[in-house]
């Protein structure tokens, strides 16, 4: 079985790279999916053209606002959001289904690239694709 790969980009670099900016690096790999529940400000909606909004796999109203980018909460976030992937993984379906097939690369909005709900995300969706591998 091929290894699974789901990649981290700042949803802000990206619309950098597809602008072309001089020494941008390369769109990232895959198919690309936007995890935050809110549209990134100062982001139109053509700059992300191609890319899949599953706002619904964002971590709810109530914990992005307990959370609020504190890194001393990160533990407990991260608890509470794995909770919430596990009660509802339906907005999951597609993210996983285009993990099987090759790179999916996550964008997400937050400044701090250690301590966001994406590297959650990643991690949970990380060990979906290898419970399911392991099962066939």
């Keep these: 079985m091929v290894g699974h790969h789901v990649y981290l980009e700042r949803v802000h670099d990206e619309v950098r790279a597809a602008r072309g900016s001089d020494g941008a690096p390369a769109p990232p790999p895959g198919r690309r999916f936007l995890v935050d529940r809110l549209w990134p400000r100062g982001v139109s909606k053509e700059a ?13 109203d109530e914990l992005r606002r307990w959370f609020g980018h504190d890194p001393s909460r990160f533990a407990e976030f991260a608890e509470r959001y794995r909770a919430e992937l596990e009660a509802r993984p339906e907005p999951l379906a597609p993210v996983l289904e285009a993990a099987r097939g ?3 690369t996550l964008l997400y909005a937050a400044r701090d690239t250690e301590h966001n709900h994406a590297v959650v995300l990643r991690e949970h969706l990380c060990e979906a694709l290898a419970t399911s591998a392991g099962g066939n």
Excluded: H
Aim: negative net charge; charged residues 20%.
């Design 48 to 60: 992300l053209e191609g890319v899949a909004w599953v706002r619904e796999a964002a971590p709810s």
């Design 102 to 104: 090759g790179p999916v």
